[in-house]
């Protein structure tokens, strides 16, 4: 599904990944873990398009079609979804509103029917109950005046009302204390099938107790230093960073 | 001595003819007032830029004289039902254009120009304004509406009056006077629409006196869409008694150059003025919102939120002058000026000013001009919405708030429609 082959990626002129290379099947949980500074959040900003980001070299493949051609709203409507580490707040626009017009834009990119709002509160609530939010959340401006964890729980609603087919999760578990990190979980594990892929960016094991994934890579410096299964994650979580990148 | 402007000459040469036909011409006191008017005028001509109230507004190219420059004619964006209509076409009132039959008792909705012929003379009151643009505007007018309403009167729906500047018309200026009076506890909702149904250029001077009696409740609702040719000098004054409430907002998106300066008096306790606005502006074209607020009293309240969208070479400006009175403690007063620069082209100038002698307040003001916050356009790209929707989405929402604050329903709807058709152009 995605094929990131020597990505270098440099920001105000500074080289922050300096060759990853990565592949991710249709199926697939894949964690990237690694100390701050390391360049995980600059991979998730590259594959999911933000500005201000300049690839040096390198290439990335998704679904067979040069990802980096992509505006970023096109990424989403073939079915990329970036839940942001910080979701950003948007005042005066409310968040019923703002689903609504991100649902129909990938209807109308992919020529299905567009929903007015009676069916789309109908859809949206199945998904807040399955994921125990207020649907009084849908009347708030975006993400204005919420909590660190009703932040996440909003991206992890986003993400099951958009079904995409390739997860990008940045640190969705920074600020979630363990029964919003359990809730939010659970709402990433149900879009888990064999279509979908997913790749998981933490600092911390944590997160993956509760998201199992099938491959694990430590990033340092820009780099892939490691790879393995869970029980890297395990054994990161034990050493620690220093030892594993020097290794 | 200072030459006057051409324009400023232009008017003096021919007011002594002019007097003879403009309305009131029958009553010395109006001819008195017209004059005094014109005296006022010619030792200040029109304002410029070392004046301290327009140096951010250069009027060169209006007092030039007013040049055969030709705009596209706009079509209406958006439509609003109301019962009662008055319409003025190139500054004269137009019976047959108007529908004012069924009003309620106690509301008289008149034309200026009829109420003078008539011998009404003393609604003329403020002849010794030392505004240059009011004194022009008491040396010529020839119509405008007249207002009154009794006291106790209650009118849900908005009345409506619209200025159009049609085609086929062959004098270049109309200088409009509105007298607006609210009896003690009524309630009313107005809704002035300045729109122009022609391409070429035009000077529009409205001048709108209002005064609210104890308890009254007045909603005025402005839409500035004038011809990108045009130019649009407004000043309107409020004075409000006791528990009196004015609620003006102001929507400008035409004019190739347009001042709204708004002058409100507080002279009772627990009287609220309340003025909110939002211009949209692209192209060459240049908006100046001026607001002057004066608690002369204790215990009142003003509060103003403008907000301002200005793409390409526009250009906004925004003055607002907060006066407190030694003796008016207990008095809150606060503005808020924000406004959203889409090209880096586009320019704002902003002067808050407080002029605090009492010792008893709360004021506030604020004032900011930035970009579009490219974290939230990410954001919502990120989601699949496409760049232009994302932009259309955070003005709308950057508008929101300072739009939520038009109390009467159908008015919100109908600037909102409006706005939503100016971004729908970008």
Same mark, same amino acid.
Not at chain 2, 344 to 369: F, N, W
């Given at each position: 599904?995605?094929?990131?082959?020597?990505?270098?990626?440099?920001?105000?002129?500074?080289?922050?990944?300096? *060759?990853?290379?990565?592949?991710?099947?249709?199926?697939?949980?894949?964690? %990237?873990?690694?100390?701050?500074?390391?360049?995980?959040?600059?991979?998730? !900003?590259?594959?999911?398009?933000?500005?201000?980001?300049?690839?040096?070299?390198?290439?990335?493949?998704?679904?067979?079609?040069?990802?980096?051609?992509?505006? #970023?709203?096109?990424?989403?409507?073939?079915?990329?979804?970036?839940?942001?580490? !910080? #979701?950003?707040?948007? #005042?005066? %626009?409310?968040?019923?509103?703002?689903? &609504?017009?991100? !649902?129909?834009?990938?209807?109308?990119?992919?020529?299905?029917?567009?929903?007015?709002?009676?069916?789309?509160?109908?859809?949206?609530?199945?998904?807040?109950?399955?994921?125990?939010?207020?649907?009084?959340?849908?009347?708030?401006?975006?993400?204005?005046?919420?909590?660190?964890?009703?932040?996440?729980?909003?991206?992890?609603?986003?993400?099951?009302?958009?079904?995409?087919?390739?997860?990008?999760?940045?640190?969705?578990?920074?600020?979630?204390?363990?029964?919003?990190?359990?809730?939010?979980?659970?709402?990433?594990?149900? +879009?888990?099938?064999?279509?979908?892929?997913?790749?998981?960016?933490?600092?911390?094991?944590?997160?993956?107790?509760?998201?199992?994934?099938?491959?694990?890579? %430590?990033?340092?410096?820009?780099?892939?230093?490691?790879?393995?299964?869970?029980?890297?994650?395990?054994?990161?979580?034990?050493? *620690?960073?220093?030892?594993?990148?020097?290794? | 001595?200072?030459?006057?402007?051409?324009?400023?000459?232009?008017?003096?040469?021919?007011?002594?003819?002019?007097?003879?036909?403009?309305?009131?011409?029958?009553?010395?006191?109006?001819?008195?007032?017209?004059?005094?008017?014109?005296?006022?005028?010619?030792?200040?001509?029109?304002?410029?830029?070392?004046?301290?109230?327009?140096?951010?507004?250069?009027?060169?190219?209006?007092?030039?004289?007013?040049?055969?420059?030709?705009?596209?004619?706009?079509?209406?964006?958006?439509?609003?039902?109301?019962?009662?209509?008055?319409?003025?076409?190139?500054?004269?009132?137009?019976?047959?254009?108007?529908?004012?039959?069924?009003?309620?008792?106690?509301?008289?909705?008149?034309?200026?120009?009829?109420?003078?012929?008539? *011998?009404?003379?003393?609604?003329?009151?403020?002849?010794?304004?030392?505004?240059?643009?009011?004194?022009?505007?008491?040396?010529?007018?020839?119509?405008?509406?007249? $207002?009154?309403?009794?006291?106790?009167?209650?009118?849900?729906?908005?009345?409506?009056?619209?200025?159009?500047?049609?085609?086929?018309?062959?004098?270049?200026?109309?200088?409009?006077?509105?007298?607006?009076?609210?009896?003690?506890?009524?309630? +009313?909702?107005? $809704?002035?629409?300045?729109?122009?149904?022609?391409?070429?250029?035009?000077?529009?001077?409205?001048?709108?006196?209002?005064?609210?009696?104890?308890?009254?409740?007045?909603?005025?609702?402005?839409?500035?869409?004038?011809?990108?040719?045009?130019?649009?000098?407004?000043?309107?004054?409020?004075?409000?008694?006791?528990?009196?409430?004015?609620?003006?907002?102001?929507?400008?998106?035409?004019?190739?150059?347009?001042?709204?300066?708004?002058?409100?008096?507080?002279?009772?306790?627990?009287?609220?003025?309340?003025?909110?606005?939002? !211009?949209?502006?692209?192209?060459?074209?240049?908006?100046?919102?001026?607001?002057?607020?004066?608690?002369?009293?204790?215990?009142?309240?003003?509060?103003?939120?403008?907000?301002?969208? +200005?793409?390409?070479?526009?250009?906004?400006?925004?003055?607002?002058?907060?006066?407190?009175?030694?003796?008016?403690?207990?008095?809150?007063?606060?503005?808020?000026?924000?406004?959203?620069?889409?090209?880096?082209?586009?320019?704002?100038?902003?002067?808050?000013?407080?002029?605090?002698?009492?010792?008893?307040?709360?004021?506030?003001?604020?004032?900011?001009?930035?970009?579009?916050?490219?974290?939230?356009?990410?954001?919502?790209?990120?989601?699949?919405?496409?760049?232009?929707?994302?932009?259309?989405?955070?003005?709308?929402?950057?508008?929101?708030?300072?739009?939520?604050?038009?109390?009467?329903?159908?008015? &919100? %709807?109908?600037?909102?429609?409006?706005?939503?058709?100016?971004?729908?152009?970008?």
């Amino acid at each position: 599904m995605l094929e990131i082959k020597d990505l270098h990626a440099t920001i105000g002129g500074k080289e922050i990944l300096k *060759g990853i290379t990565l592949t991710i099947n249709a199926g697939e949980i894949h964690a %990237v873990m690694g100390p701050n500074g390391a360049g995980k959040s600059t991979l998730s !900003y590259v594959l999911a398009g933000r500005s201000g980001y300049e690839v040096t070299s390198g290439s990335v493949t998704y679904k067979g079609e040069d990802l980096l051609a992509l505006s #970023p709203d096109e990424r989403a409507c073939k079915g990329i979804f970036l839940a942001f580490q !910080y #979701p950003v707040e948007i #005042p005066g %626009v409310a968040s019923a509103t703002f689903m &609504k017009t991100a !649902y129909n834009a990938r209807q109308k990119y992919r020529g299905e029917q567009e929903v007015d709002a009676m069916e789309f509160l109908k859809l949206v609530r199945v998904k807040t109950k399955e994921l125990g939010i207020k649907d009084e959340m849908l009347k708030r401006a975006v993400n204005v005046g919420f909590s660190g964890g009703e932040k996440k729980r909003n991206e992890v609603l986003q993400m099951a009302l958009l079904e995409p087919d390739l997860m990008l999760l940045d640190e969705t578990d920074s600020g979630l204390d363990i029964d919003a990190l359990k809730i939010a979980a659970d709402g990433i594990n149900r +879009l888990r099938s064999p279509e979908r892929a997913g790749l998981i960016i933490t600092h911390y094991q944590r997160l993956l107790d509760y998201i199992i994934p099938d491959f694990v890579h %430590v990033l340092a410096d820009g780099r892939i230093v490691k790879s393995g299964d869970k029980s890297l994650a395990l054994e990161l979580e034990e050493k *620690g960073y220093a030892e594993m990148s020097a290794a | 001595m200072n030459t006057l402007t051409p324009l400023a000459q232009d008017y003096l040469s021919r007011f002594d003819t002019a007097i003879g036909s403009l309305p009131g011409h029958q009553s010395s006191l109006v001819t008195t007032a017209r004059q005094t008017a014109r005296d006022i005028f010619a030792r200040q001509d029109f304002p410029n830029k070392r004046v301290e109230e327009w140096r951010f507004t250069n009027l060169a190219s209006l007092t030039k004289g007013i040049g055969d420059d030709i705009a596209e004619v706009p079509s209406a964006s958006a439509s609003i039902e109301t019962p009662h209509v008055m319409t003025f076409v190139n500054g004269r009132f137009d019976a047959g254009k108007s529908s004012l039959d069924g009003l309620p008792d106690g509301i008289r909705l008149t034309s200026l120009a009829a109420e003078l012929d008539a *011998g009404n003379d003393s609604l003329i009151n403020n002849s010794a304004d030392h505004r240059a643009v009011v004194a022009l505007n008491t040396a010529f007018m020839e119509d405008g509406y007249v $207002l009154d309403v009794a006291a106790n009167i209650t009118l849900d729906q908005p009345l409506r009056v619209r200025f159009v500047s049609a085609s086929g018309s062959v004098q270049n200026a109309r200088h409009m006077r509105n007298i607006i009076r609210l009896g003690d506890g009524s309630s +009313l909702t107005l $809704l002035e629409e300045h729109t122009a149904e022609d391409g070429h250029s035009y000077f529009a001077n409205p001048m709108t006196d209002i005064t609210l009696e104890d308890g009254a409740n007045f909603r005025h609702y402005k839409l500035q869409d004038e011809n990108l040719v045009a130019y649009h000098l407004a000043n309107t004054d409020c004075l409000l008694k006791d528990n009196a409430t004015y609620e003006n907002f102001s929507l400008a998106v035409g004019a190739k150059l347009s001042r709204n300066e708004l002058t409100t008096t507080i002279v009772g306790a627990g009287a609220t003025s309340i003025l909110n606005g939002a !211009y949209l502006m692209r192209g060459q074209q240049h908006s100046d919102t001026t607001t002057v607020t004066n608690h002369l009293v204790p215990e009142n309240d003003s509060r103003q939120v403008y907000k301002g969208v +200005l793409d390409d070479d526009s250009r906004g400006v925004f003055q607002g002058k907060i006066h407190i009175a030694e003796n008016a403690q207990q008095v809150s007063g606060d503005q808020l000026s924000k406004a959203l620069l889409l090209s880096d082209r586009a320019t704002m100038a902003c002067k808050p000013e407080l002029q605090i002698y009492a010792d008893d307040v709360k004021c506030s003001h604020g004032a900011t001009s930035g970009e579009l916050d490219e974290d939230a356009l990410f954001y919502l790209q990120s989601r699949g919405i496409d760049a232009v929707t994302a932009r259309k989405m955070l003005i709308e929402a950057f508008l929101a708030d300072a739009m939520d604050e038009i109390s009467d329903e159908a008015v &919100k %709807v109908y600037f909102s429609g409006i706005a939503t058709a100016w971004l729908q152009k970008a």
